[in-house]
Each structure stands twice: as C-alpha cells, then as structure tokens.
C-alpha cells in the first residue's frame, strides 16, 4: 500500500488536497503525470526537496543569511533597518517573493523565546512596509516555516512575503 498526495484540479486551478491510499493504478498513466505524482509525493520529505539534514543542523551564525546581514555576499535588498533586512528570494514561487530576517540571530520559531518578541514583532511590522512598498496592494501571504517537516531550509527564523497574484488555498498539504 502506498500514500499518494491527490490534487483536485479543475481549469488549473488548485481546489483541495487530500491524501489516499491505493495498492495499485488500475489505470496505465501517461509518463508525465507519473512524474508529476512522484513529483507530488516527494514534496512531504525534507531530504527529497533538497534540503540537506545538515541545514537543519546549522547554527544561525554560520548559514547564508548570516552572510547576507554581515554583506558579505549579494542579496537583492528590499528594505534595511537597525532589527531586520528584506530581500528577494533566489527561488521565487510568486511574481513576488521577499523573505523578511531579523539580524539578530534566531534558529527558528520555535527557538524563540520572549527576548525574541520585540524583534519578530517588529519583522511583521516589515512585512507590512515591504509589501507597500512593493506594490502588493491586493494582499499577499506570510509564511514561517519551522523545522525539517516544516520544510524550513535554511536555519535563520524568516518570513516569505509571497504575493503578485491570486494565491491558492490551501498553501500547502
């Protein structure tokens, strides 16, 4: 028995997901949606998107957004003040894509405690300025991921600021 993630879609657009079991296709598929389901069911794990275990194992202090806030490498910066930077993301999967990071270093969510509050509250605020600032005047959605299951791919607490177009619901399964 195998777990298969099921996509409803009518006129390209994405209307639920669900996951099914099946024991086998009693149908033969062509070879483009094989590949897209397996491309659908590897979505759930971390190590399948690319995302090596030892990302998850990095300190804040040592990932690429350290460098980022240090400028010693490139980023295209949207917004810059005294707690957090804004800038574009290598791998957009919107016209728009801004990840908002406080400068002060922070694993993740869920290393944070109340000494983090000011500076996540104040990356929210951010958000709100950067997507003024970038035209998203018909919304835009934040996302925080958390963790390997979270898919969390770097080790530095940030918010996607995804918008450009209609978004989908739901954001993911």
């Not at 810059?80 to 290598?90: P, S, V």
């Not at 922070?106 to 300025?129: N, P, Q, R, T």
Request: one cysteine or more; aromatic letters at 6%; charged letters at 25%.
């Amino acid at each position: 028995i195998s777990r298969y993630l099921m996509l409803s879609r009518v006129s390209g657009r994405l209307l639920g997901c669900s996951v099914a079991r099946v024991s086998k296709p009693t149908v033969k598929t062509s070879r483009r949606r094989r590949a897209s389901s397996a491309l659908i069911r590897n979505m759930s794990s971390p190590t399948k998107q690319n995302i090596p275990e030892s990302a998850m194992k990095q300190k804040p202090e040592d990932t690429i957004f350290a460098k980022i806030v240090k400028k010693e490498i490139p980023a295209k910066i949207v917004y810059e003040d005294d707690k957090c930077l804004a800038f574009h993301d290598i791998s957009p999967v919107a016209p728009t894509h801004i990840l908002i990071i406080p400068k002060r270093p922070l694993g993740g969510i869920g290393d944070a405690d109340w000494s983090y509050a000011e500076d996540l509250g104040h990356c929210m605020v951010a958000a709100k300025e950067v997507a003024q600032k970038v035209g998203l005047t018909e919304g835009y959605r934040l996302v925080v991921n958390e963790g390997p299951h979270g898919l969390q791919s770097v080790r530095w607490v940030h918010i996607h600021l995804i918008g450009g177009k209609k978004l989908s619901w739901p954001p993911g399964c």
